[in-house]
């Protein structure tokens, strides 16, 4: 059977991905004892965003906010968040929390989800928890030997240097950039780990509007 507070989590649409017990190094702030990474992993996350709020007008970061703040009120736990200033390390949190890999594209991989999954917040609880150690297992890019990933990109946006923002944002903004604005990042796509995850349409153009809403202001 799972234990009660997962079974929460994924009530209030999240997945949890994995957890672990904070050191000193780990950079979690506040006292917390145990930390629980959650976020979206297939429909149903955003299917309620979709239902709760107005898409023309809101924004995921707003509803997470309220959303996983009630969800931390109800199990008695503080909240953190991946968009909160200054940032926090959620990625190195994911390796602790046995949650997945750095792929080549710097995103993160998980061994199921593949590239189609997020972190949306950490519930911070005061006290630690019965739950099983979780491994990060194999990693699946290094039996991945074309890595399709690095080379799928129209305008060569990542490379061994990094992510190069601002040229995927020229290209999301000119007309050559349909394909991606419609089905999403190609680089992403040519990624074969869990296939059966990727974004709806109209949740890939969701997330694609805001990226290269946010990356042509700061422009």
């Known amino acids: 059977m799972e234990h009660p507070i997962l079974t929460t989590i994924r009530r209030a649409g999240f997945v949890p991905f994995g957890w ?3 050191t ?10 145990f930390v629980i990474l959650i976020g979206n992993a297939g429909p149903e996350m955003f299917a309620r965003f979709t239902r709760e709020r107005d898409l023309s ?14 969800l931390a009120r109800d199990l008695d736990a503080a909240v953190a968040f991946p968009f909160s200033k200054p940032p926090l390390p959620f990625l190195t949190w994911a390796r602790r929390a046995g949650a997945g890999h750095i792929s080549p594209l710097g995103l993160n991989i998980h061994p199921v989800y593949g590239l189609w999954h997020a972190y949306r917040a950490a519930l911070l609880f005061p006290v630690a928890f019965d739950l099983p150690t979780r491994k990060l297992g194999a990693h699946p890019c290094e039996a991945c030997e074309e ?3 690095l080379s799928a990109c129209p305008v060569n946006a990542f490379s061994i240097e990094g ?9 999301l ?3 050559k950039g349909k394909e991606c604005m419609e089905a999403g990042c190609l ?5 074969p780990v869990g296939p059966e995850f990727r974004y709806s349409s109209q949740q890939t153009r969701f997330h694609m509007e805001a990226f290269l809403a946010a990356r ?3 422009m």
């Open 20 to 22: 672990f017990e904070p």
């Open 24 to 33: 000193t190094d780990d950079g979690v702030p506040g006292n917390a004892r």
């Open 57 to 70: 007008r809101d924004t995921l970061d707003q509803w997470t906010e309220d959303v996983a703040g009630a």
């Open 147 to 149: 890595r399709p990933c």
């Open 163 to 171: 992510y190069d923002t601002r040229a995927c944002a020229q290209h």
């Open 173 to 175: 903004a000119g007309g």
């Open 187 to 191: 680089a992403r796509r040519a990624c």
């Open 216 to 218: 042509m202001k700061s």
